[in-house]
């Protein structure tokens, strides 16, 4: 099993830039492709990003697309999104997953491994 703990959550004007990680302990996430997840009050939670396990290959959500870059440092366990140009609709509790399945998916059920979450304010 995998335990996966996101920070870097807060809250920014429209226009500003935060940055999350996901650190991973008790598996190495060199073996699962990631991804980040959001979910808004009264939403259902939606796929971001994703990337594949070498973190070549890489997966944005079109209404990401430009705007958010996911990467990974495997060597410290750990994965990354960097969210720029953020806008009040980005308001939402954020989440990283890990998934041993192949080939990288957007579907959350291919994701087994969930941290607790970080929350994101974007003000207008």
């Known amino acids: 099993q995998v335990q996966l703990v996101e920070s870097g959550g807060g809250l920014v004007q429209a226009g500003g830039s935060l940055r999350l990680s996901c650190a991973a302990s008790?598996?190495?996430?060199?073996?699962?492709?990631m991804g980040w997840f959001r979910q808004a009050p009264g939403k259902e939670r939606e796929f971001v990003a994703a990337?594949?396990?070498?973190?070549?290959?890489?997966d944005y959500a079109d209404f990401v697309k430009g705007r958010f870059t996911i990467s990974r440092d495997n060597a410290k366990n750990m994965a990354f999104l960097q969210m720029d140009s953020l806008k009040p609709e980005d308001t939402a509790l954020y989440y990283c997953a890990a998934s041993i399945l192949a080939p990288m998916l957007r579907g959350s059920g291919n994701y087994q491994n969930w941290g607790q979450g970080t929350q994101v304010t974007v003000s207008s």
């Open positions: 008790g598996r190495m996430l060199s073996n699962s492709n």
């Open positions: 990337i594949s396990r070498s973190g070549t290959n890489t």
